[in-house]
């Protein structure tokens, strides 16, 4: 009988016990470690627990409900009791199963036992940290679990009768024997690790995001009077006129009316709006159709795309409409825009539609590939206006070939949130209008974190998809538990009947008279406590910069009782929900500092000498800031490739040897690295994962390059690369990531910085202040100044 705990980091098989008499390694013994869980061809990574008994015919594994988080310390346990198996996460029993029987070694086989720590002899290797190892003779209750997490950091001092073995990887040279015929020993590598008791994680349900979606974050937030306290927010209107100030795009009394409705809206809820009005004086942007939904290069590609079917566009380049035979070559290039041959088929009459000179381009030019075209998409627009989004959220203004499309909004947890590209983009004509004026509420409501109140019936992918809400929770759907399922209608009252696709049942007290519904201004008027709930989380967590507030985020969850003696209580709280631990200052670096004064940066600007696709596709502002890629190992518009390159009807460029194409990748503060991650989303099938990165290069402050060398990537799991900071003599203020591979697609990268970073010393630490009743006998209140979230009170 054996019990397993181990605190484990990330990655790929860790420990097992196994019949080293065997050919296969899996025969007998069991193993621990993380692998893919199939479901419909979609990798999920999980903790499993594989176990097989000498009787057993066949392998039993039991895995986890949830996807392991990397990147984070994780304690886990496994116990078999010659009947049943459990696995604990954070002590936290997750499966079990009682398929194996009897003793996991017969008597003759015992002597065939070898215990391997980091892998196996199938080259299956774990790629993280593992800071302490225990096996026990006898099952370990929770309890027991529970009180092993306390001391894991710590040797026990007597070995105790039921403790088999025990190991904290200081002797590792003397004590374990290497593997894989490699001459070298392991390498022993210590990590910074907390003393803290709590899991700290607080880990989003399967269908969430953030921790603003975590079931107990927001019933703090519904149960904490002052975390819904007060919030004024600013915003900003951006309002186009011609050069001469004149034609706005929308009138003052629109903006006037709308701004009061907007009020009127979330006051009751403690969210009151701030305007600031922009008004751009710039005639080529105001003569121009901007597409709210059309890419570019969906025009003229010889297939009717009805969001770009519009006048302005040539009805999609004249993909939409009948274009019937002409002789071409007695008009092209005649000196008038014949409009007959206005379109993708005769090439846009030769350019004659698109010269300034001969037509009045606003209205004829409909080529994609010209400077003067009729129109512009979202993002030409954005980028041309490069507003700051991390001050205000923006409200742009386009137009859309649907008629039913009145607004989009850019979610919290997207990279663009607090970008130019972020904000919100409305049509002008629901906009300050009466009977329309909810469209810009229910837009804010997507910027504050909310998802439609059909979320789980009617934007999923399948009736098997997961996040399928029958009935009200916090973990499918909306994820908020008061809004009642629904599917998609504009009425206000229940659906009719039969109107689930799935077929579940008839849907009553749906929430049509909430702000997040389909419905019309004449019935929505409300938001539920846990959209309330939700919208504070997200103003805390991401939007504090569009608040003039300068207090840090609240804590999360309240301070839990950790610890009890005789004489003593041990609290310990969780960090601030945006997990910043020092006081936020205008223009430092403070924000991205941790624990330890180590500096944790995505690379805030990317760039790549291969030109990129017009739509902005896999371009290298893809592999800017955080990962975003929801379904690894499957390529993603949301990321970086040299396939971005290709220009339709022509041969896709292949990356030249040796070096092949590359990312730059800069990060806003140079740093001496510990370490460095990188997100490689996608290999193309035909390379292999060793030989898909040829090198990564480190840029350095002073001019400096220096070679990494080929590295291993796996599209499911992020690369960290350990670096030697005794050979640092400078700072690294970006990389070079170099590939072969046409389709391989990267996501993000971030840089580590050692411990007391210097761009961290002058941060000031968050204060904390412990009050009780009766009151402490030096004053009513006790006031921490450290980085310490643990009180001991005697």
């Known amino acids: 009988m054996e019990c397993l705990q181990a605190q484990l980091l990330t990655f790929q098989v860790s420990n097992g016990l196994y019949d080293k008499c065997s050919y296969t390694t899996l025969d007998r013994g069991w193993v621990l470690g993380i692998n893919n869980v199939s479901d419909q061809g979609n990798r999920d990574p999980r903790y499993f627990f594989s176990l097989k008994t000498d009787r057993a015919r066949r392998v039993t594994t039991i895995t986890d409900h949830h996807s392991y988080l990397p990147n984070q310390w994780v304690h886990l346990a496994i116990t078999y009791d010659g009947r049943l198996m459990k696995m604990y996460v954070n002590g936290a029993q997750v499966a079990s199963s009682r398929e194996q029987v009897g003793s996991i070694f017969s008597p003759l086989t015992l002597k065939c036992k070898i215990l391997m720590l980091g892998g196996n002899t199938l ?30 950091a710590h040797e026990v001092d007597v070995p105790l009768p039921q403790l088999v073995f025990q190991e904290t990887l200081v002797n590792v040279k003397s004590r374990w024997s290497p593997m894989k015929d490699s001459p070298r020993l392991p390498l022993t590598e210590f990590t910074f690790h907390s003393g803290y008791l709590l899991d700290t994680s607080l880990a989003p349900p399967l269908c969430g995001q953030t921790v603003c979606d975590n079931m107990e974050v927001i019933a703090s937030y519904n149960q904490i009077p002052t975390f819904r306290h007060r919030k004024v927010v600013r915003y900003r209107v951006v309002n186009i006129y011609d050069d001469r100030h004149r034609n706005p795009t929308i009138s003052q009394k629109q903006i006037e009316f709308q701004h009061r409705q907007l009020n009127d809206a979330f006051s009751p809820y403690n969210i009151s709006w ?3 009005v922009l008004e751009i004086n710039d005639s080529f942007l105001r003569d121009r159709l901007i597409l709210a939904n059309c890419e570019i290069s969906k025009i003229g590609d010889e297939s009717c795309d009805l969001e770009c079917n519009h006048t ?55 080529d994609p590939d010209s400077p003067n075209r009729a129109y512009l998409d979202v993002k030409e627009l ?56 909810h469209t810009m509420i229910h837009e804010v409501g997507h910027s504050l974190g909310l998802y439609h109140v059909f979320k789980g019936v009617s934007e999923i992918f399948s009736c098997s998809d997961p996040c399928m809400e029958t009935e009200p929770s916090f973990e499918t ?14 009425t206000c009252a229940d659906p009719p009947a039969n109107s689930n696709m799935c077929g579940f049942r008839n849907f009553q007290n749906t929430p049509f008279n909430n702000f997040m519904s389909y419905a019309d201004d004449d019935c929505t008027n409300s938001f539920t406590p846990n959209q309330v709930a939700r919208m504070h989380c997200y103003l805390d967590l991401v939007y504090q910069s569009w608040q003039h507030i300068k207090k840090p985020a609240p804590i999360a969850i309240t301070p839990q009782i950790v610890d009890r003696t005789e004489a003593s209580i041990t ?54 800031g955080h990962p975003d890629v929801e379904q690894p190992c499957k390529p993603d518009v949301r990321t970086w490739t040299p396939n971005s390159a290709v220009i339709k009807q022509t041969v896709p460029p292949a990356c030249p040897e040796p070096q092949g194409c590359y990312l730059q990748l800069q990060f806003q503060y140079p740093v001496i690295p510990e370490s460095l991650t990188i997100w490689v989303t996608y290999v193309s099938p035909e390379w292999d994962s060793k030989e898909a990165i040829n090198d990564v290069k480190l840029l350095m402050a002073g001019g400096e390059n220096i070679s990494l060398g080929p590295q291993n990537f796996f599209c499911d799991v992020p690369m960290t690369i350990r670096l030697d900071t005794e050979k640092m003599k400078d700072e690294v203020q ?18 580590t910085s050692v411990p007391q970073s210097s761009q961290c010393q002058k941060c000031r630490p968050i204060h904390y202040k412990v009050s009780r009743e009766p009151p402490f006998q030096k004053g009513p209140s006790f006031l921490i100044s450290d980085l310490s979230r643990t009180f001991v009170d005697t």
């Open 274 to 276: 701030e305007i600031e």
């Open 571 to 624: 609290l310990e709280w969780f960090p601030p929900i945006d997990q910043h631990f020092f006081e936020r200052e205008v223009g430092s670096s403070c924000e991205l500092c941790g624990e330890e004064r180590i500096l944790v940066q995505y690379a805030s600007s990317a760039s790549s000498p291969m030109p990129c696709d017009p739509s902005g596709h896999w371009s290298p502002r893809g592999a800017e």
């Open 734 to 751: 970006g990389i070079q990531i170099y590939t072969l591979d046409e389709q391989l697609e990267i996501d993000a990268a971030m840089i």
């Open 312 to 366: 302005l566009t040539g009805f999609d380049g004249g993909d939409c409409r009948h274009v019937r035979q002409l002789s071409f070559h007695k008009k092209k290039q005649n000196g008038v825009c014949d409009m007959d041959c206005n379109s993708e088929k005769y090439n846009f009459d030769g350019g004659d539609c698109c010269n300034p000179d001969i037509t009045d381009v606003t209205k004829t030019c409909f």
């Open 123 to 152: 080259n299956q290797n774990y790629r993280g940290y593992i800071e302490h190892f225990s096996l026990w003779r006898t099952v370990r209750s929770q309890k027991e679990i529970l009180l092993d997490m306390t001391l894991v």
């Open 477 to 490: 759907g909306d994820l908020c538990h008061d809004t009642n399922p629904t599917p998609t209608h504009k």
């Open 382 to 437: 954005k980028n041309r206006l490069n507003l700051n989004g991390s001050t205000h959220l923006n409200i742009f203004f386009a137009n859309s070939s649907e008629e039913e499309l009145a607004g989009m909004a850019t979610f919290p947890w997207d990279k663009e949130a607090l970008v130019h590209l972020g904000g919100i983009v409305l049509n002008p004509a629901f906009y300050g209008v009466a009977g329309h004026t």
